[in-house]
């Protein structure tokens, strides 16, 4: 704790600052990388390594590569290209890669320190969780799963393309 | 200095004010998605920094469902902002305040 602790917040609230800011999507979502990489070194300050990695993992490894996904999909058309080469101007990447550096720092020094536990910190070790989990919460397991299922099928049903038929005597809408 | 607790509470506070504001003052429905990221996370540091207090592990139990939630949520919030996209061609959240049938 202490002066790691806080310079991952000092992270985590600058660039969420700067995702709340900036007008460019793109930019927006290189800094919330940013903010949830700080947060997971937060959390592995906190004593859940194994939450740290599946923040970095789901958040910032899937969740906010969709949403890259999505908003380069729908930015198609003949000004693509300019945009990219304007998206990568130093201007762009420069301030996620400086606070980037300063977590992988922060990250370099917590390994070479010997671990000690601080303060009022207890660390909950994954097993504990995972007995928690598939013991007294299965049920909510169950259900987290049908709520992913029905994501699922909601975003397939959401996301189809009506295609429509245009012809001289008949036209309708077909799926 | 502030107790391990508090600071990570009042962290956790920080980056959910941020995401609320975010949220009110944005008319992209993108940012808007991103600030409810943002709130969602917030939480789930919030409910980290409870386990770690009491040593428990419902704390972390509820942050892997915060994170299912959070999947499922970004992928039928992200085919809602496809399907308002063809509609209206924009994606401003006021253009799509009346609905047109």
């Known amino acids: ?175 | 200095m502030i107790s391990a607790t508090t600071a990570g509470l009042v962290l956790a506070g920080i980056l959910f004010t941020l995401g609320l504001i975010s949220m009110l003052i944005r008319r992209n429905v993108i940012f808007m998605l991103v600030s409810v990221e943002i709130m969602l996370n917030a939480a789930g540091l919030a409910f980290i920094v409870a386990a770690s207090r009491w040593g428990q592990p419902e704390g972390q139990v509820m942050f892997m469902f915060i994170l299912a939630m959070a999947a499922a949520e970004v992928s039928v919030g992200l085919a809602l902002i496809l399907q308002l996209y063809h509609q209206l061609k924009t994606l401003d959240s006021d253009e799509a305040s009346r609905m047109r049938g």
């Open chain 1, 1 to 175: 704790m202490g002066i790691a602790f806080y310079i991952a917040a000092g992270v985590a609230v600058l660039s969420t600052i700067m995702v709340i800011t900036r007008f460019n999507i793109m930019h927006a979502l290189l800094y919330f990388i940013v903010s949830l990489l700080s947060v997971a070194v937060v959390f592995y300050l906190f004593g859940a390594p194994f939450m740290a990695a599946l923040e970095l993992i789901i958040y910032a490894g899937a969740i906010m590569v969709l949403i890259i996904f999505f908003v380069m999909m729908l930015s198609l058309g003949s000004q693509t290209a300019g945009e990219e080469r304007s998206w990568m101007t130093p201007g762009v990447w420069i301030g996620p890669s400086v606070l980037c550096i300063v977590l992988l720092a922060e990250l370099v020094y917590l390994m070479i320190q010997p671990a000690e536990i601080v303060g009022e910190i207890k660390v909950v070790d994954p097993k504990a969780v995972g007995k928690s989990l598939f013991g007294p919460y299965i049920l909510a397991v169950e259900l987290a799963g049908m709520l992913l299922m029905a994501g699922i099928v909601g975003a397939y049903h959401l996301g189809r393309q009506k295609k429509k038929i245009v012809h001289r005597f008949l036209e309708n809408t077909s799926s």
